[in-house]
T-cell receptor, first 112, second 112 residues
Framework: QKEVEQNSGPLSVPEGAIASLNCTYS??????FFWYRQYSGKSPELIMS????GDKEDGRFTAQLNKASQYVSLLIRDSQPSDSATYLC????????????FGTGTQLKVEL | DVKVTQSSRYLVKRTGEKVFLECVQD?????MFWYRQDPGLGLRLIYF???????EKGDIPEGYSVSREKKERFSLILESASTNQTSMYLC???????????FGSGTQLSVL
């Protein structure tokens, strides 16, 4: 079982819709969770971090964490074509020196 | 703004060559990382360093070594390049364990 799993997509949503991106992780003791966005040919950039159960909102983005289910998600409201990118889920695993483990990413396409 | 600079954007090397990938950050970050990114496999951690002259193996260290003689510089070394090391290499740095990871622009290495 992979440590961090994401559906590779592509996930296609119409402009203005809500995009829902999901991530599961295997290490029950994981403490910190991150969402990075990566445009084609570019480096990943952090868009959200979440550390406790529940929702965290930042503009059009909402991160949701459920530690009991080992599940973290990212919602993008009012999706725009500029949101088309690959979204990487990253988890700070316990032990291993605070390293981040990344999922393989979900490609999101927002269509006009 | 934090800048993480990788010395080359594209690099072509021959099998058996010794290859050096250089990474420099300008924000006095303690932690530095080397990842490789391959289609379908996502970002995989090769090596990381928490401080000068300190290094830790990541998930896929075989065939690689690193050097951190100065705080701002973290070098990845391919002792004898092989074709399966053709990949995008990404350097990253951060101030501390729960801080944002800043990525360099990446080096696309082709080993022929």
């Amino acid at each position: 079982q992979k440590e961090v799993e994401q559906n590779s997509g592509p996930l296609s949503v119409p402009e203005g819709a809500i995009a829902s991106l999901n991530c599961t992780y295997s290490d029950r003791g994981s403490q910190s969770f991150f969402w990075y966005r990566q445009y084609s040919g570019k480096s990943p950039e952090l868009i959200m971090s979440i550390y406790s159960n529940g929702d965290k909102e930042d503009g059009r983005f909402t991160a949701q964490l459920n530690k009991a289910s080992q599940y973290v998600s990212l919602l993008i409201r009012d999706s725009q074509p500029s949101d088309s990118a690959t979204y990487l889920c990253a988890v700070k695993v316990t032990g291993g020196g605070n390293k981040l483990t990344f999922g393989t990413g979900t490609q999101l396409k927002v269509e006009l | 703004d934090v800048k993480v600079t990788q010395s080359s954007r594209y690099l072509v090397k021959r099998t058996g060559e010794k290859v050096f990938l250089e990474c420099v950050q300008d924000m006095d970050h303690e932690n530095m990382f080397w990842y490789r990114q391959d289609p379908g496999l996502g970002l995989r951690l090769i090596y990381f360093s928490y401080d000068v002259k300190m290094k830790e193996k990541g998930d896929i260290p075989e065939g690689y070594s690193v050097s951190r003689e100065k705080k701002e510089r973290f070098s990845l070394i391919l002792e004898s390049a092989s074709t399966n090391q053709t990949s995008m290499y990404l350097c990253a740095s951060r101030r501390g364990p729960n801080e944002k990871l800043f990525f360099g622009s990446g080096t696309q290495l082709s080993v022929l």
